[in-house]
């Protein structure tokens, strides 16, 4: 990435928030934030580490906003005392798992992987392949075909279950094809991808 991969800690315990900050912040690939969902909304986090024991005393809500509402990469973090809680994270549809006890180098592993949409092939059944207009292709070297028809779609006003269902893939891998466009074309949010793709032709505002 041309810029440092935002990571968001989400915890109700201060001490694993310091602890991952800690781990994260010696590497200068990364900006480390602390806060809950609001603060992913409001500083656009690349990636999510999502502590498994706020499922403990919930529905889950907080961690389905994560996955199903928004473009970024969500990786849980793991109590090896509570798998149940890891399960019911990956359920939820998580694209990760990392243990709170990992060390530094699997860490850093492990949030590049998730930045970088490495963590979940697309191997949803039903996966129809898409070949862009001809015309469009000089302009749009650098965006792999699948990556272009998400753009399309994102900016014909779909939500990304929609993309997932219109086009036979799962929530993770429609996400992991945004995050990949947004890395080609230099875009941070949604509304910005849509102004790129305005530009270069691709899709129109509200046609479904």
């Not at 310091?18 to 609001?38: C, N, Q, R």
């Amino acid at each position: 990435m041309s810029r440092p991969t935002k990571v968001l800690v989400t915890s109700e315990h201060e001490v694993v928030c310091s602890g991952l900050t800690t781990l994260l912040d010696a590497h200068p690939g990364f900006t480390t934030l602390i806060g809950s969902v609001d603060i992913l909304l409001l500083e656009g986090a690349d990636v999510v580490l999502y502590d498994v024991q706020g499922l403990l005393d919930s529905d889950g809500s907080e961690l389905d906003r994560l996955v199903k509402e928004n473009d970024v990469a969500v990786l849980a973090v793991t109590r090896d005392l509570r798998p149940e809680l890891a399960d019911r994270a990956l359920e939820k549809g998580v694209d990760g798992c990392v243990s709170l006890d990992v060390g530094a180098e699997e860490l850093v592993a492990a949030v590049e992987a998730a930045a970088w949409g490495d963590l979940h092939g697309d191997g949803s059944p039903g996966a129809v392949d898409f070949t862009l207009n001809p015309a469009q292709e000089p302009d749009l070297p650098h965006l792999a075909p699948r990556e272009a028809e998400v753009l399309a779609l994102i900016t014909e006003g779909l939500s990304n279950a929609d993309i997932a269902q219109r086009l036979y893939l799962s929530i993770n891998s429609v996400k992991t094809y945004i995050r990949g466009a947004y890395r080609r074309i230099d875009v941070q949010t949604r509304s910005q991808a849509v102004v790129w793709a305005m530009q270069h032709g691709i899709g129109r505002p509200g046609q479904d």
